[in-house]
């Protein structure tokens, strides 16, 4: 303000104490990992100044969900058949020779019969017709990663875009592997005249890392990612050429033709960190979510990545409004590595939804080993990270008793002492987003978005509240669960602390359970410990004002004042216990707890004790007879 002309002026001032505002619980943070390979190959024709997607030898590479294998020996060069060989021809579990492409020869080594495999059309749809008069139709779509199905016309087509084309390919490409075929990720599209380059993932990952932005919709998530997407272009395109500038690498991506941009679109949305993404957030609005910020590493494929640590940091330090955390889809460590970073031994406010792995079995699926922590093809060296390319497991490898002392149990739930976030299973079925007809209708996801959709949910609609359990509480947007647990089955995991959503008759598909992870017993309760985290972060961000105010007695009683003046308000609102306020909870604040020596080094102190509300998480009604009275 300006004082020119004499006069009175007046002029407001923030000073004393202000009240406690309540803080918000409902935004999420989301971690997906994306694994993209170390090597590309410059691209020709429509996709001529882009680098492709390539894959190395004994490296599992997904490129729109299918995947490159080393090209087969043609019918002319295969090996001339022994007299053995002839004499077992005539043998009825023998399959008979076949001719033409690879991908026809792939096909006739996975399924049943003779097949045979006809060119797109001009409705983009493969054709595959057996001797029996069955048939296969997969609609496809022109692409950067492509399989020649005809050879005279030398049509290359992407057989990707569909989940029936899918389990075609997860066919032939678990029988791939049990024969040895190893990858070799020619693409269609590549450029063989040029040399394939290498780029730094971890290098990538370090410039597009950052603190997670935010958005209120899937429009706000769909409009990133195709941000995303296109950074990531830039991006891989400055490591493969040192002397590209970050200005003409955006112009590439600018003027790239139309269809090679979608292919590269589609590549990012297919990709299985990008998916559970997708279908994490679908479920997380569509349940009550308010605000999400995902946060996504890249890593080489086959390697261990960033440090989750350093990656949590970067991403949510800066995200002070971020009250829960969930990584979708993710193995045990990136659980572990956020129910760490949600505690104490992190940010300390935070509040972590897991899940545990899509299968919790007595026993390994078919063709799998279980360690410790993980599962592992049996007799291979490499992590099996998508389970849907296992086979399904029989009702019977899905029994939950005898898990008290399950070694896969205890080691795939995260543990800590204060119960700074809860587990949650099984996984769920739910709509496809990319569903391009009836076979391919729904798909697989899981859970932790759904919850923490639930629990925003909760928080703010009319009855509930941070205080208020998030259980009973129907998921939306659910078609059906992966495995259905009974009340017997449930016993064993709801002591383990794994909260296990059900359906329930007459009711849908609900939470069922609302304990956290805490060793300490005090926290067995998921609505406890957020009851306290929104109580602390409300107090916390409250009472700035009173920092280097005088350390008196009048300022002490002005914060105590303060802090209780809110803790009233919650009171009122049910989040305390009590039959009065003075039962509910007690702020001390003077000479008693801030003797001298304290006041000397700057420290003052408050001292809060509440009196939260418990769910009644087992209901025991008591019925007794009453013998009849004789007059």
């Excluded at 894959?55 to 997904?62: G, I």
């Excluded at 971890?202 to 997670?212: K, P, S, Y």
Aim: net charge negative.
């Amino acid at each position: 303000m300006n004082y020119r002309t004499p006069g009175v002026y007046i002029e407001e001032i923030s000073n004393g104490p202000r009240p406690v505002q309540a803080s918000s619980t409902t935004e999420t943070g989301f971690v997906a990992v994306i694994e993209i390979p170390t090597q590309f190959v410059p691209g020709g024709g429509g996709a001529s100044n882009m680098y492709l997607p390539g894959s190395t030898e004994d490296v599992h590479m997904y490129w729109n969900r299918a995947r490159a294998f080393r090209r087969l020996a043609p019918a002319s060069d295969a090996p001339a058949a022994s007299k053995d060989d002839k004499k077992s021809k005539g043998k009825k579990d023998d399959k008979p020779a076949v001719a033409g492409n690879e991908f026809q020869q792939l096909v006739s080594e996975v399924l049943p019969g003779q097949w045979d495999v006809k060119s797109p059309t001009g409705d983009s749809k493969v054709t595959m017709s057996s001797a029996k008069g069955e048939m296969l139709r997969f609609p496809v779509s022109r692409a950067l990663m492509s399989v020649t199905v005809d050879a005279s016309s030398k049509a290359e087509w992407d057989l990707s875009f569909s989940e029936a084309s899918n389990k075609v390919m997860e066919l032939i490409a678990a029988h791939a592997e049990e024969q040895g075929v190893a990858h070799t990720g020619e693409l269609g599209c590549v450029d063989k005249t040029q040399k394939p380059i290498t780029v730094d993932v971890d290098a990538i990952h370090e410039r597009m890392h950052g603190t997670a932005p935010s958005f209120s919709s899937m429009d706000g998530f769909h409009a990133w990612r195709t941000e995303w997407s296109a950074n990531l272009f830039v991006q891989i395109l400055l490591e493969g050429d040192k002397k590209m500038t970050p200005s003409k690498a955006e112009i590439m991506w600018d003027s790239l033709d139309a269809s090679a941009q979608n292919a590269w679109l589609n590549w990012v949305r297919t990709h299985p960190g990008m998916r559970r993404l997708e279908l994490s957030l679908v479920g997380f609005f569509s349940n009550g979510g308010a605000t999400a910020f995902p946060a996504v590493a890249l890593q080489a494929e086959g390697t261990g990545g960033p440090a989750k640590r350093a990656f949590l940091e970067k991403a949510y330090d800066g995200a002070s409004a971020v009250a829960m955390l969930c990584a979708p889809g993710l193995e045990f460590g990136w659980q572990q590595a956020i129910l760490e970073y949600a505690g104490p031994a992190g940010r300390g406010d935070l509040f972590a939804v897991l899940e545990a792995p899509r299968y919790l079995m007595t026993k390994p699926p078919r063709g799998v080993e279980v360690t410790e922590t993980r599962w592992l093809k049996a007799g291979g060296s490499y992590e099996v990270r998508e389970m849907q390319v296992l086979a399904e497991p029989s009702s019977k490898e899905l029994r939950f008793l005898g898990f008290a002392a399950d070694i896969v149990l205890d080691r795939c739930t995260p543990r800590d002492d204060k119960g700074h976030g809860a587990v949650y299973s099984p996984w769920l079925i739910v709509d496809n987003p990319l569903s391009t007809g009836p076979s391919d209708k729904y798909i697989v996801a899981p859970p932790a978005g759904f919850v923490a959709g639930v629990i925003a949910g909760t928080d703010t609609k009319a009855g509930g509240g941070v205080h208020k359990a998030p259980a009973n509480e129907p998921v939306l947007g659910v078609a059906e669960l992966v495995t259905s647990v009974s009340d017997r089955e449930q016993a064993s995991l709801n002591v383990k602390g794994i909260n296990i959503i059900r359906h329930r008759p007459g009711a849908g598909i609900r939470i069922w359970g609302a304990r956290t992870v805490a060793a300490d017993a005090l926290w067995n309760y998921v609505n406890v410990r957020r009851l306290f985290l929104f109580v602390e972060r409300s107090v916390r961000d409250s009472v700035n004002w009173a920092v280097f105010q005088p350390n008196n007695n009048q300022t002490r009683e002005n914060l105590k004042n303060s802090i209780a003046a809110f803790l009233f308000r919650c009171y009122n609102e049910g989040m305390l216990d009590g039959d009065s306020w003075q039962d509910s909870f007690t702020v001390q604040c003077d000479k008693e707890n801030n003797p001298e020596a304290d006041i000397r080094s700057g420290l003052l102190t408050v001292d809060v004790q509440i009196r939260p509300v418990f769910p009644a998480e087992f209901v025991r009604i008591r019925f007794s007879q009453t013998p009849m009275q004789v007059g």
